[in-house]
């Protein structure tokens, strides 16, 4: 399949046309030629891919997504997540390990490296820690490596035990493995449903403390320094967690983390309509930390996204705010989100977030827009307007507190090898 790509702006600092506006002509895979002008080629081509403003860039990564298969394919499938992905111009995504069953053993992985296959994304198992998820015992991580496994952690259930965190991180030590972990002591305030401070005592809502997580960084700091092994905390929402982890990288801990786009843009003030979409883990906080999470992506404290993109069906979300299920999706959305609420966040920054920095923490190839080289690349418009509505959803689940939201910065789509996909 031929694929050319005209006057595209080139953002990838690895390439050495980085900043130039370039035709890119694609080959059953592969880039073969970068030039100011391949329209005589035009009309041989198969795929056309015209647009102004358009830009390109490494392909982009989501480091933390549910796509609910196996198990719960009515929320969400591999084949609807990766259009999700793809249509937030998402070329590569690690899914979660909270399925049914469980990502605790290779054969799982292996289900779904290989029904990822023939998608036009991505898709990287993130294998879980402890066995069924129980928080007890160690899962064979050395076999899910193997086998594929991209990181390791129980997902949306974070790791409790000090003594098992570091077995585990001292384990995976040996194949230079991450741990992820999303930071939260569970037993302070273990019925909170929102960020404890004025709004959950107007709204009448139990709340969660902020040190909940605090407390679970600054712990799991000390076990990584202690097996010299390397820790990602995704889902980080306190900026006295981001002083902690800047004091550790500093110091030499092998630390990075993720934030959410979402918790850069609703604040639990939002809360006040019992909206259920934004009924999140971790919960949304004040105004005063949303406006220190958008200053640690401006200082770089912050080492790439995660889009935590939960999908749930219609009956896990429409009901009492007590009983609804934590998340919303977000691939589709974050580009746009990110690109809206922080416009002096360069491009150089952001595409190091959403590609570069993740692939260098996880240790996946990074691509490069040159000649000759397999084409992986992330298609967007940083300056275009326009609205998120219900037929932007590629998703198969609709829980998202976006739809009817104006931004500016679109995600065009993705070319990853052979596989094209372009929103219309």
Not at 248 to 263: E, F
Not at 315 to 320: F, H, I, N, P, Y
Not at 326 to 340: D, N, P, Q, R
Request: with cysteine; aromatic share 8%.
């Amino acid at each position: 399949m031929k694929i050319l790509i005209q006057q595209a702006c080139i953002a990838d600092m690895q390439s050495s046309h980085h900043g130039t506006i370039k035709d890119i002509l694609v080959e059953n895979g592969v880039i073969q030629e970068i030039r100011n002008n391949i329209a005589e080629s035009a009309g041989k081509v198969d795929k056309l891919v015209q647009q102004k403003g358009i830009y390109v860039s490494p392909g982009w990564v989501d480091v933390f997504s549910n796509f609910a298969d196996p198990g719960y394919e009515f929320k969400e499938s591999l084949e609807t997540g990766a259009n999700a992905a793809a249509a937030g111009g998402y070329t590569d995504v690690f899914v979660i390990p909270n399925t049914k069953p469980v990502i605790d053993a290779k054969a799982q992985v292996e289900y779904i490296r290989q029904k990822a296959r023939t998608l036009p994304v991505n898709i990287w198992p993130i294998g879980a820690i402890t066995k069924n998820l129980d928080g007890k015992e160690l899962a064979e991580m050395y076999d899910m490596r193997k086998s594929g496994a991209v990181a390791f952690g129980d997902g949306i259930v974070p790791i409790q035990s000090s003594g098992l965190l570091l077995k585990a991180l001292q384990y995976v030590k040996s194949f230079d493995g991450v741990i992820m972990q999303l930071p939260d002591d569970i037993s302070v305030g273990a019925n909170g449903l929102i960020n404890e401070g004025i709004v959950s005592t107007q709204l009448g809502i139990p709340g969660k403390p902020i040190m909940a997580e605090e407390l679970i960084i600054a712990r799991d700091i000390k076990l990584a320094r202690y097996a010299g092994s390397k820790i990602h905390f995704t889902g980080v929402t306190s900026p006295k967690s981001l002083e902690y982890i800047k004091r550790a990288k500093d110091s030499g801990v092998q630390v990075t983390c993720s934030i959410t786009p979402y918790h850069l843009f609703f604040t639990d003030e939002d809360l006040v309509s019992y909206d259920t979409n934004l009924k999140v883990y971790p919960p949304l906080r004040t105004k005063s930390v949303m406006l220190a999470l958008r200053q640690a992506m401006l200082d770089g404290t912050i080492d790439c996204i995660a889009t935590h993109h939960l999908p749930h069906e219609y009956d896990s979300k429409v009901l009492e705010f007590e009983y609804a299920k934590y998340g919303m999706t977000g691939l589709e959305t974050s580009y746009a989100v990110i690109k809206t609420v922080l416009p002096e966040l360069n491009d150089e920054k952001l595409i190091a977030m959403l590609s570069t920095n993740p692939r260098k923490i996880f240790g996946l190839d990074t691509p490069v827009i040159e000649t000759g080289k397999p084409c992986c690349i992330s298609l967007f418009n940083p300056t275009q307007s326009w609205q998120f509505t219900e037929k932007d959803i590629k998703s198969k689940s609709s829980n998202t507190p976006f739809i009817g939201k104006s931004f500016t910065g679109k995600a065009i789509g993705i070319i990853n090898g052979e596989k094209i996909f372009l929103n219309n």
